[in-house]
């Protein structure tokens, strides 16, 4: 992937004006990302389209369950799932966020922090590890949103993710906007954030909108991007150079043309911050 590589999420309600006739509906749309849980063990409409899709571009996966910080041990079963649909689909990446969701064998549905200390490093690490030898594939971390932290802290989490990630052996994927609500949150510098990732781990970059209720944020991803995210992803890409760039959009979805012109903005700001 290169400068020009920009994507977005994949919709089923965007399937017509993917899948059709019209090439200008997707102009400037280099490749999608698809949620992996979405297509495990599915078939039929769904699985036809969305490989209709990747016949046209690229796909990457990214994942919400994979837990990779629990206590539980690995579920070997999604890990199988996972890797036969990477056999099928043959994306360019596999994402999943550095946190937690599952305890007990409950599943909270919920992208959980963890205590940012070198036990938790070791124990992820390891974790991500046999997650790479079941894909026989590159794995990469995501940065999450986050609205408590522990008392146990002993790092930073861009140390505590940098870290992780060069014991592993594997990569980041950076959410900006996760940056700047966790920053906001928690009262630290996103500016600090991104001088302290290795810029050579950081593979994909993601961006999406939240919802400020003042004296904190809710990562929402049901909005436009604001402003202050923009303005802090134009100082990642000053930072980390030229780095796969997509659109999140999981709830509010509007039109599929209001998606690619919005892409299409941040094509441009990208290409001017550089």
């Known amino acids: 992937m290169t400068l020009e590589d920009f994507g977005l999420g994949l919709r089923s309600q965007h399937f017509p004006e993917i899948l059709g006739d019209d090439p200008i509906s997707t102009d400037g749309v280099d490749w999608f990302q698809i949620l992996s849980e979405n297509f495990i063990d599915v078939g039929g409409p769904p699985m036809r389209s969305m490989m209709a899709v990747r016949e046209r571009f690229p796909i990457v996966m990214h994942g919400v369950s994979m837990s990779i910080g629990s206590t539980d041990l690995l579920d070997m079963e999604y890990l199988q799932g996972l890797n036969a649909l990477a056999d099928k689909v043959q994306p360019v990446q596999i994402s999943d966020h550095l946190c937690w969701t599952v305890a007990h064998g409950v599943n909270m549905h919920d992208l959980l922090p963890l205590p940012m200390t070198e036990e938790t490093v070791d124990h992820v690490a390891t974790r991500v590890r046999q997650v790479q030898d079941v894909l026989g594939r590159r794995f990469i971390l995501e940065n999450t949103s986050t609205y408590v932290t522990f008392e146990e802290d002993e790092m930073m989490e861009w140390e505590f993710i940098s870290?992780?990630?060069?014991?592993?052996?594997?990569?980041?994927?950076?959410?900006?906007?996760?940056?700047?609500?966790?920053?906001?949150?928690?009262?630290?510098?996103?500016?600090?954030?991104?001088?302290?990732?290795?810029?050579?781990?950081?593979?994909?970059?993601?961006?999406?909108?939240?919802?400020?209720?003042?004296?904190?944020?809710?990562?929402?991803?049901?909005?436009?991007?604001?402003?202050?995210?923009?303005?802090?992803?134009?100082?990642?890409?000053?930072?980390?150079?030229?780095?796969?760039?997509?659109?999140?959009?999981?709830?509010?979805?509007?039109?599929?043309?209001?998606?690619?012109?919005?892409?299409?903005?941040v094509r441009s700001i990208a290409e001017g911050g550089q």
């Open 163 to 265: 870290e992780i990630c060069a014991c592993a052996d594997c990569d980041i994927l950076l959410d900006v906007n996760n940056i700047y609500v966790s920053a906001f949150n928690h009262g630290f510098s996103a500016d600090a954030y991104l001088a302290g990732i290795p810029k050579a781990l950081v593979k994909q970059i993601h961006l999406a909108g939240h919802e400020h209720n003042g004296d904190h944020i809710i990562d929402t991803h049901d909005a436009p991007i604001p402003k202050d995210v923009l303005d802090l992803y134009v100082k990642a890409i000053q930072r980390l150079g030229h780095i796969p760039t997509m659109i999140e959009r999981d709830a509010n979805i509007p039109p599929f043309a209001e998606l690619v012109r919005e892409l299409q903005g």
